[in-house]
């Protein structure tokens, strides 16, 4: 069997959840047969491209220089005129849209197609509909699709669109109205694409074999009557710190892992620290927060807080894994599932989580962590992890055994294998 996987980014090194998930994806692919991977040389900021690891039926790997972001003043027209959201015509995909045609064109046969995200899917079927494309070779075999929606991105920006404006503590009535006006602004543009990502997301459906997305709940929420689930996952450390009836230091300390310029993780902190923080810390004076993720600049102003440390992209995560009593998922925004709570789950870390940051992965309050949304409520809930050594040991132990059941790895890229072997043998039948 042969397989493309196109991707929106270079996957390799894995240093984000979107990364992760499509490096663990080709690694299911080739377990069911010989994969090709072509992608856009995204790096993300601070980690040096690598070249590909060793993949079982990993072969060819084409990367591609990404192009310019259309400038708005370009796309806006293209966006009041149309029906795409604007996200699908700010990017331009034609060098990676070339080079899918090209392959599909010649070459041994694809026998699946699996894209990851509508962000590769959809510049490949607007191309497919001139001329060019209808013309190709009939005797050439028509390749199953499969779509990775990951996110649900109507979803998204409905949840988004509910947050109010963030405004950095002690700043003037000028920076408030600039903030304000850029608020809602994008509000307003969101409300439109909400609509049109839920369109593209049907319409995309109803072309391709499977869409798959990351939670039974997702399905429902889809749609999609062909929407299938592989859910994320996390690997399994080497070691863990089982032992949390102590503090793993002398100062009680909470972790934040996540990028900061991605909005739910940034909105996420910025909230923590206004809201939560000083709760915390009028129980428990000592209580540390520590935040790890890249463009730290964005949140500058919670480094210069009572109780906050900014560090940024660190070396090695796995000091921090290992000092923290208590990880934090303050996620307001946002779809899909989160892959801090499960690295939390697997490091067999006592959680604290909102309700949206724990969507579509099977914790239960106070079995598996614990789960609060009002900022009152999620700062007793640190305080109490902090506090009391026997609540710490029996949910990170609970959590610790939900993972190995349901979410390491190597268990999802068993069941995806099977997946693919299976649309492809329907197909040919």
């Given at each position: 069997?042969?397989?493309?996987?196109?991707?929106q980014m270079y996957p390799w090194p894995p240093v984000d959840g979107y990364r992760q998930r499509l490096s663990h994806m080709i690694?299911?692919?080739?377990q069911a047969g010989e994969v090709e991977l072509i992608s856009v040389d995204?790096?993300?900021i601070g980690a040096e491209r690598v070249e590909p690891p060793a993949v079982t039926g990993l072969g060819k790997?084409?990367?591609?220089t990404p192009g310019p972001e259309t400038p708005m003043r370009d796309w806006l027209r293209l966006w009041v005129m149309g029906d795409p959201p604007r996200r699908l015509i700010a990017v331009d995909s034609y060098e990676l849209t070339e080079a899918v045609l090209r392959r599909l064109e010649s070459g041994p046969d694809i026998d699946l197609v699996f894209y990851s995200l509508l962000d590769t899917w959809w510049p490949v079927h607007e191309a497919m509909k001139n001329s060019r494309t209808a013309t190709r070779s009939n005797d050439r075999i028509r390749p199953v699709e499969v779509v990775d929606f990951?996110?649900?991105?109507?979803l998204s920006l409905k949840l988004r669109r509910r947050n109010p404006p963030r405004f950095t503590p002690g700043s003037g009535p000028i920076a408030h109205l600039r903030?304000?006006?850029?608020?809602?602004i994008s509000r307003g543009f969101d409300l439109i694409d909400e609509r049109r990502w839920d369109a593209v997301q049907r319409d995309c459906a109803a072309q391709v074999a499977a869409v798959v997305v990351c939670s039974e709940l997702d399905i429902e929420r889809s749609g999609c009557t062909n929407a299938v689930v592989v859910g994320n996952g996390a690997q399994a450390p080497e070691r863990i710190m089982t032992d949390r009836m102590a503090l793993q230091t002398a100062t009680p300390t909470m972790l934040f892992v996540g990028a900061l310029d991605y909005e739910p993780n940034s909105d996420a902190v910025e909230w923590f620290v206004r809201e939560v923080m000083p709760q915390i810390l009028a129980k428990v004076p000592a209580a540390r927060l520590r935040i790890v993720g890249r463009n730290p600049e964005r949140?500058?102003?919670?480094?210069?807080?009572?109780g906050v440390d900014l560090l940024g992209l660190v070396d090695d995560l796995a000091p921090e894994l290992d000092s923290a009593d208590v990880s934090i998922v303050p996620i307001r925004v946002g779809a899909g599932t989160r892959l801090k709570v499960l690295e939390a789950l697997a490091h067999c870390i006592p959680l604290v989580t909102t309700s949206i940051g724990s969507e579509g992965i099977a914790v239960q309050h106070n079995i598996d962590?614990?789960?609060?949304?009002s900022a009152g409520e999620f700062a007793a809930a640190c305080i109490s992890l902090l506090s009391e050594g026997e609540l710490r040991q029996r949910l990170s132990q609970a959590g610790a055994e939900l993972f190995r059941r349901q979410y390491e790895w190597s268990r999802i890229e068993a069941d995806l294998a099977s997946k693919v072997t299976s649309w492809v043998e329907q197909a040919q039948a």
């Open positions: 069997m042969r397989i493309l996987m196109v991707a690694s299911a692919l080739g995204r790096h993300s790997v084409s990367t591609l990951n996110d649900l991105e109507n903030v304000l006006s850029r608020w809602a949140v500058s102003w919670v480094g210069s807080q009572p962590a614990l789960v609060a949304d």
